[in-house]
């Protein structure tokens, strides 16, 4: 995957979009304020957002407690309006510099039959984390649910984040609750589901499935697995949540029951809980709410959980199973954050409901690979592959002579590669460049550059680049900072 940062920072002054492809922004970076008028044309999108993909995934069952939503639209009408509303959101955010960024990269990515990574950063406890960005549309198509694009969001934070790869066997802790004075949700359709994507990988998984769970059920669960070293890497829980307004403040509560009645759990308890499993990979809520700013995927990502995908508004019940069904059939093939995109859109060709817009994923983590590593057999035979390939490909050359040059804006000047772990040096063609002037207000690319991977020192420097941006922000936003700087 190539990675798009696009970070939304907040300053007393206003809301600077900072772009960066590329670990440490190597393949581009960019920045320009949002105006008063933009940041209004975003609220008016999220309002006119939620109302068109509600007033259908309310029309039936649901796993919100709330009452129905009065509208209804029809699918076509729903299905046309978020498609113009992620346009217009698409064109506030990713235009100008931030635009050309942008597509340098996504045209680099559909050339290398790659995927591209679009990373929304924010603040933790942000207000703009309301907004829908999942519905963000380029003119031609959905990007979240596109399969060669995934959408997550990311808080920044300076603590590292674990490697999401773990050893075999992968311990996943399924975990039910649909108290009897709740109404009835469709769980032991949902774990079928989940059973279904696990049957034909043997050792390799052992879920463990455990019904009815109350909070003192799931702390007894989850200190077992840490005090017997068999810890859960990751963890599923599907039955009812919701979201309380009290003070002016959003409270999420989650509803374990005990002894077959509903028993209110809140994210402090929720955070204790996880600090008792370290090793957790990846957390799933398949509940209503977990998703929004007050709700527990945002704490959990908060406590460096590597990824947390939950709901941010209301889910049908039907949603709600053939999400996690689709999610977990493609967890242990590709990359957690594609599979999410592939989940999202099993919901829209299924025609189930909208709330695909709901389905959030934090992710944090440095890798881009799958949660189990590829079985040693199938690793040797592309590497073996690989080095036939490059036994039979030409290694060819590059010959530039420049006598004199002049420009106000040289992005390139000879010949520039990105490989990310894919070229060695017996692939690198022989390169004779002869200069004699060259000059220029904007020349960045002078020669050879090739980059075929990055350490671990290059990514500190990324993030403390990105810190001192944080820093300055005020300061920048003040001297009113315009995206031709």
Not at 351 to 364: E, G, N, P, Q, V
Not at 460 to 480: C, M, P, S
Request: aromatic residues 6%; glycine residues 8%; proline residues 5%.
């Amino acid at each position: 995957m190539i990675d798009f940062n696009l970070g939304l920072i907040e300053a007393k002054a206003g809301v600077l979009v900072y772009a960066s492809a590329g670990p440490d922004g190597s393949l581009g970076q960019a920045w320009r304020p949002l105006g008063p008028d933009e940041l209004t044309e975003i609220e008016r999108i999220r309002r006119q957002a939620e109302t068109a993909a509600a007033s259908l995934a309310l029309r039936v069952e649901t796993r919100d407690l709330r009452p129905p939503a009065a509208s209804c639209l029809a699918r076509e009408e729903v299905d046309g309006r978020l498609a113009k509303l992620g346009e217009a959101l698409f064109r506030i955010i990713v235009q100008a510099d931030v635009w050309e960024v942008y597509e340098r990269t996504r045209s680099m990515a559909l050339d290398r039959e790659n995927t591209l990574l679009l990373i929304l950063k924010f603040r933790a406890q942000s207000n703009l984390q309301l907004v829908p960005w999942e519905i963000l549309h380029d003119g031609y198509r959905f990007l979240a649910k596109d399969p060669r694009t995934a959408i997550v969001r990311y808080f920044e934070q300076p603590s590292p984040v674990a490697s999401l790869e773990v050893k075999p066997p992968l311990r996943l802790l399924v975990t039910l609750a649909s108290p009897k004075d709740l109404p009835p949700l469709a769980l032991e359709e949902e774990v079928a589901g989940l059973q279904k994507a696990y049957k034909d990988l043997g050792h390799l998984v052992k879920p463990v499935v455990k019904r009815n769970i109350s909070l003192g059920d799931l702390e007894n669960v989850w200190r077992r697995s840490s005090n017997t070293e068999r810890p859960f890497h990751v963890w599923h829980h599907c039955g009812h949540g919701s979201c309380e307004t009290s003070g002016g403040e959003d409270r999420f509560v989650l509803w374990l029951e005990n002894q077959g009645k509903r028993q209110p759990v809140d994210v402090n308890q929720l955070q204790e809980l996880v600090g008792f499993c370290p090793e957790l990979r990846i957390a799933i809520f398949n509940v209503c709410h977990g998703g929004r700013g007050a709700g527990i995927v945002a704490a959990l990502a908060s406590l460096n959980v590597p990824v947390v995908i939950g709901f941010q508004h209301s889910v049908r019940d039907s949603a709600a199973v053939k999400f996690a069904a689709a999610l977990h059939q493609c967890l242990f093939d590709i990359p957690v954050e594609l599979a999410v995109s592939q989940a999202r859109s099993s919901l829209n060709l299924h025609k189930i409901s909208f709330d695909w817009t709901h389905a959030l994923a934090f992710s944090r983590r440095r890798d881009r690979g799958t949660l189990l590593p590829k079985p040693a057999k199938s690793e040797g035979k592309m590497a073996t592959r690989r080095a036939m390939e490059r036994l039979h490909k030409p290694r060819g050359s590059v010959h530039i002579e420049i006598d004199r040059l002049t420009g106000t804006d040289n992005q390139v000047i000879g010949v520039n590669s990105q490989g990310g772990n894919s070229y060695d040096m017996g692939e690198i063609p022989n390169i004779h460049m002869k200069a004699g002037e060259i000059s220029g207000s904007g020349s960045r690319f002078v020669g050879f550059q090739m980059i075929s991977g990055f350490s671990d020192s290059d990514l500190k420097a990324r993030e403390e680049r990105v810190a001192q941006l944080l820093n300055d922000i005020d300061h920048l936003i003040g001297q009113g900072l315009s995206h031709e700087h």
